[in-house]
T-cell receptor
Framework: KAGVTQTPRYLIKTRGQQVTLSCSPISGHRSVSWYQQTPGQGLQFLFEYFSETQRNKGNFPGRFSGRQFSNSRSEMNVSTLELGDSALYLC??????????????FGNGTRLTVT | GENVEQHPSTLSVQEGDSAVIKCTYSDSASNYFPWYKQELGKGPQLIIDIRSNVGEKKDQRIAVTLNKTAKHFSLHITETQPEDSAVYFC????????FGAGTRLTVKP
């Protein structure tokens, strides 16, 4: 079974631009969660989608948004990029929503650098 | 929301020794506690998990213990090997999954 696939692997953007990251979950998984990983802040929860609905959202500004499609694939968007948005963005999929004690399976992330 | 604290932030052991990483959580409603291992250039990988109705779980050289009263859980790795060197994250889940800050484990041959 193929794992979680995130594209692209690396991205360089300029301050003020916007970016879209893509995540394909493991086949059959209906939940997709997004995390931001930085050396100083660790893994910070962005949001979770289950059956195309946002179930939960972390403490990030409205510039961070996401969506999930009917095939469970998900995208996250960051608008008006800031230098502090430079991070590894991780997507994780699970069979059910995380409140159901469902393990997360992570992709290898998209490394975003904002200059 | 849930707050997870993890200690130590770095841990260096000699090959063959044991390693212990400890986590505490704040939300007493949390009921699922996974541990992840992250190697360089890769996403975190689930290595073991425990649910709130269980006090201890073991899988070969790794074990996890949970004390729900004290709201803490620990990862134990015995007979460590150089390939165990990585960053380890604990997590606690109720409505969503929150992670500790990570422990960088180095196993010296």
């Amino acid at each position: 079974k193929a794992g979680v696939t995130q594209t692209p692997r690396y991205l360089i953007k300029t301050r003020g631009q916007q970016v879209t990251l893509s995540c394909s979950p493991i086949s059959g998984h209906r939940s997709v969660s997004w995390y931001q990983q930085t050396p100083g802040q660790g893994l910070q929860f962005l949001f979770e989608y289950f059956s195309e609905t946002q179930r939960n959202k972390g403490n990030f500004p409205g510039r961070f948004s996401g969506r999930q499609f009917s095939n469970s694939r998900s995208e996250m968007n960051v608008s008006t990029l800031e230098l502090g948005d430079s991070a590894l963005y991780l997507c994780a999929s699970s069979l059910s929503w995380t409140g159901n004690n469902s393990p997360l399976h992570f992709g290898n992330g998209t490394r975003l650098t904002v200059t | 929301g849930e707050n997870v604290e993890q200690h130590p932030s770095t841990l260096s052991v000699q090959e063959g020794d044991s390693a212990v990483i400890k986590c505490t959580y704040s939300d007493s409603a949390s009921n699922y506690f996974p541990w992840y291992k992250q190697e360089l250039g890769k996403g975190p990988q689930l290595i073991i998990d425990i649910r709130s109705n269980v006090g201890e779980k073991k899988d070969q050289r790794i074990a996890v213990t949970l004390n729900k009263t004290a709201k803490h859980f620990s990862l134990h790795i015995t007979e460590t090997q150089p390939e165990d060197s990585a960053v380890y994250f604990c997590a606690a889940s109720e409505e969503d999954m929150r992670f500790g800050a990570g422990t960088r484990l180095t196993v010296k041959p």
